[in-house]
């Protein structure tokens, strides 16, 4: 290549706490304009739009800023991969790809670059099988043309965008996650080792990120393990750079060693996730089937923390997703609980808990504290189970049916912002009935007190729920509404010594369904927005957006 060589300037862009800076390149266009480009922690290439020439550009770039590496037209893409990475090797049968920026590419960049689509990482992972997923400077990775994307003269087929790759965050930033560990083993067994960052702690940055424990004694407790694991005396100490091991039994399933059936799971869902076409059903949401939960009530108030107690709050919020998708869309919405004394109405001021809430199948169920709460809780679902039903039976199509249930956590207080919480297709069961004297006079349970499940049908569950969840924290980041930080999609609850799907979710026959933790009540910042009556409204209608966005193909 003819060009000036890459000058590395200092990063002069501040990165998010948990996210390496992003790397900043100077080169110059063919014309001899000066330019920089831009390679960023999961979100990729993108290059200074002002002085490249035209044939640079897809029709569709908008130069007033940073264009995006995929709206640079092939002759583009060539050059700026070629400014960036002037050690690759362009060759007949491939290209040799040097590291040179191990803190900000990951296998998956480099799948997204060169192949056309970051879910191509594990393809690019078998033609490379001595390196380790851990990007080390100076590795060079082969990328055959059989790879290669066609716009950089390949033969890879084109990726498949109908589903394009913003609407799968989720799985690039897992990606990524998985590609900051090396696995290792020493006398103490099996471990994935983390270097810590500027500014990261072992709660969130490790245990919170890497594992599934979320609830403030588990990630307490696993961080002490770790630290001890890892040679820590003092965990207040830690300086950057440290190296963190953490025993391969407590991973999340993504981030279990290649082979490991945890990460075996986790690619099959994400492969579903690819597959599954999305429902169309317009923007006025015709056709579709909406079952709101609220949870907890009555004499159950669910986490309290900082002056606020759960019900009355994610109460107030599905009474305002209610009233929002009734004014503003042709969707048929029930409720699972009503309280009494204020019917389906949303407050501005929430002063003290109601103590009367009702399940409301037929007779009603009054969460009294008569039955255990265990009741009430599996009536939810059986109730919106036997409404599915009967839309079913009407004609109604059973792909559009979504099941919501409505929470707020107590986590660790570093946490902070929403989770969002999908039925795990590996921990639902296969068939299940709701016995038990207590329920009995329940029309709604003698009707559909019992489920079943195919494996297909656990597999689509969990992948609509993720597609739905993807959909949701788009809305809520576009109005500035707190996401959890790290990996907010989460498909198991873990705690003390089990681990589970909640069980709304779990036996819900719902095609689509979710539990969203809204907000963590521990979290002071967290407790003020729901206490803000202006909040709550905004993160319904963030809610509403989502369900309209989502179903749109
Ligand atoms: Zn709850």
Same mark, same amino acid.
């Given at each position: 290549?003819?060009?000036?060589?890459?000058?590395?300037?200092?990063?002069?862009?501040?990165?998010?706490?948990?996210?390496?800076?992003?790397?900043?390149?100077?080169?110059?266009?063919?014309?001899?304009?000066?330019?920089?480009?831009?390679?960023?922690?999961?979100?990729?290439?993108?290059?200074?739009?002002?002085?490249?020439?035209?044939?640079?550009?897809?029709?569709?770039?908008?130069? +007033?800023?940073?264009?995006?590496?995929?709206?640079?037209?092939?002759?583009?893409?060539?050059?700026?991969?070629?400014?960036?990475?002037?050690?690759?090797?362009?060759?007949?049968?491939?290209?040799?790809?040097?590291?040179?920026?191990?803190?900000?590419?990951?296998?998956?960049?480099?799948?997204?670059?060169?192949?056309?689509?970051?879910?191509?990482?594990?393809?690019?992972?078998?033609?490379?099988?001595?390196?380790?997923?851990?990007?080390?400077?100076?590795?060079?990775?082969?990328?055959?043309?059989?790879?290669? +994307? =066609? &716009?950089?003269?390949?033969?890879?087929?084109?990726?498949?965008?109908?589903?394009?790759?913003?609407?799968?965050?989720?799985?690039?930033?897992?990606?990524?996650?998985?590609?900051?560990?090396?696995?290792?083993?020493?006398?103490?067994?099996?471990?994935?080792?983390?270097?810590?960052?500027?500014?990261?702690?072992?709660?969130?940055?490790?245990?919170?990120?890497?594992?599934?424990?979320?609830?403030?004694?588990?990630?307490?407790?696993?961080?002490?393990?770790?630290?001890?694991?890892?040679?820590?005396?003092?965990?207040?100490?830690?300086?950057?750079?440290?190296?963190?091991?953490?025993?391969?039994?407590?991973?999340?399933?993504?981030?279990?060693?290649?082979?490991?059936?945890?990460?075996?799971?986790?690619?099959?869902?994400?492969?579903?996730?690819?597959?599954?076409?999305?429902?169309?059903?317009?923007?006025?949401?015709?056709?579709?089937? !909406?079952?709101?939960?609220?949870?907890?009530?009555?004499? &159950?108030?669910?986490?309290?923390?900082?002056?606020?107690?759960?019900?009355?709050?994610?109460? &107030?919020?599905?009474?305002?997703?209610?009233?929002?998708?009734?004014?503003?869309?042709?969707?048929?919405?029930? +409720?699972?609980?009503?309280?009494?004394?204020?019917?389906?109405?949303?407050?501005?001021?929430?002063?003290?808990?109601?103590?009367?809430?009702?399940?409301?199948?037929?007779?009603?169920?009054?969460?009294?504290?008569? +039955?255990?709460?265990?009741?009430?809780?599996?009536?939810?679902?059986?109730?919106?189970?036997?409404?599915? =039903?009967?839309?079913?039976?009407?004609?109604?199509?059973?792909?559009?049916?979504?099941?919501?249930?409505?929470?707020?956590?107590?986590?660790?207080?570093?946490?902070?912002?929403?989770?969002?919480?999908?039925?795990? =297709?590996?921990?639902?069961?296969?068939?299940?009935?709701?016995?038990?004297?207590?329920?009995?006079?329940?029309?709604?349970?003698?009707?559909?007190?019992?489920?079943?499940?195919?494996?297909?049908?656990?597999?689509?569950?969990?992948?609509?729920?993720?597609?739905?969840?993807?959909?949701?924290?788009?809305?809520?980041?576009?109005?500035? !509404?707190? !996401?959890?930080?790290?990996?907010? !999609?989460?498909?198991?609850?873990?705690?003390?010594?089990?681990?589970?799907?909640? =069980?709304?979710?779990?036996?819900?026959?719902?095609?689509?369904?979710?539990?969203?933790?809204?907000?963590?009540?521990?979290?002071?910042?967290?407790?003020?927005?729901?206490?803000?009556?202006?909040?709550?409204?905004?993160?319904?209608?963030?809610?509403?957006?989502?369900?309209?966005?989502?179903?749109?193909?």
């Amino acid at each position: 290549m003819n060009h000036a060589a890459v000058l590395l300037l200092p990063a002069v862009i501040v990165a998010a706490a948990q996210e390496p800076a992003p790397v900043l390149a100077q080169t110059r266009t063919p014309e001899g304009k000066a330019i920089l480009l831009r390679l960023q922690f999961r979100k990729g290439l993108s290059v200074e739009g002002k002085a490249l020439p035209r044939a640079f550009l897809t029709k569709a770039a908008d130069v +007033s800023g940073w264009v995006s590496f995929e709206n640079l037209s092939p002759q583009g893409k060539r050059w700026a991969l070629a400014a960036l990475f002037p050690e690759d090797q362009w060759r007949q049968e491939e290209v040799r790809h040097r590291v040179g920026h191990p803190d900000v590419e990951s296998v998956w960049t480099m799948a997204a670059l060169f192949t056309g689509h970051g879910q191509n990482y594990d393809r690019l992972m078998v033609e490379n099988p001595d390196l380790p997923e851990k990007l080390r400077e100076g590795d060079v990775w082969r990328i055959p043309r059989s790879l290669l +994307s =066609a &716009d950089l003269g390949g033969t890879g087929k084109r990726p498949d965008r109908s589903q394009p790759e913003d609407e799968l965050d989720d799985e690039a930033r897992v990606a990524a996650y998985r590609g900051m560990l090396s696995f290792g083993e020493d006398g103490q067994g099996k471990y994935a080792a983390y270097r810590l960052r500027k500014g990261e702690a072992l709660y969130s940055s490790v245990v919170i990120r890497y594992t599934d424990r979320v609830d403030p004694k588990g990630v307490n407790e696993l961080a002490d393990l770790i630290a001890k694991r890892s040679g820590i005396t003092d965990v207040r100490g830690i300086q950057p750079g440290q190296v963190v091991k953490i025993p391969v039994n407590f991973l999340a399933d993504p981030f279990q060693s290649e082979g490991s059936s945890g990460l075996a799971e986790e690619r099959e869902v994400r492969a579903e996730v690819r597959r599954t076409v999305r429902v169309e059903a317009g923007p006025m949401l015709k056709g579709v089937r !909406i079952i709101l939960d609220a949870g907890h009530g009555g004499v &159950d108030p669910g986490a309290r923390a900082n002056g606020l107690w759960e019900a009355d709050f994610v109460y &107030d919020i599905t009474m305002r997703v209610r009233r929002l998708l009734e004014q503003e869309t042709e969707a048929q919405v029930s +409720s699972t609980i009503r309280y009494p004394g204020l019917g389906f109405k949303s407050r501005e001021a929430i002063r003290t808990p109601s103590h009367a809430a009702e399940i409301l199948t037929n007779p009603p169920f009054a969460v009294d504290g008569e +039955s255990p709460s265990a009741v009430s809780v599996h009536l939810r679902w059986v109730l919106a189970n036997d409404l599915f =039903a009967a839309f079913r039976k009407t004609q109604g199509d059973a792909q559009k049916t979504l099941f919501l249930s409505f929470h707020a956590d107590s986590l660790h207080p570093s946490a902070r912002g929403s989770m969002i919480y999908v039925p795990g =297709a590996a921990l639902v069961p296969s068939t299940f009935a709701l016995g038990g004297a207590r329920t009995g006079l329940v029309a709604e349970v003698r009707r559909s007190g019992r489920v079943t499940f195919t494996g297909r049908e656990k597999l689509q569950g969990e992948a609509r729920s993720r597609q739905f969840s993807e959909a949701l924290l788009k809305a809520l980041r576009k109005d500035s !509404i707190p !996401i959890h930080a790290n990996r907010p !999609i989460r498909n198991v609850i873990y705690r003390g010594h089990g681990k589970w799907v909640p =069980a709304v979710i779990r036996y819900s026959t719902g095609a689509t369904k979710a539990l969203i933790e809204v907000a963590n009540l521990t979290n002071e910042d967290d407790a003020a927005n729901l206490r803000d009556p202006d909040f709550r409204e905004r993160y319904a209608a963030a809610v509403v957006n989502a369900i309209r966005a989502y179903y749109r193909k």
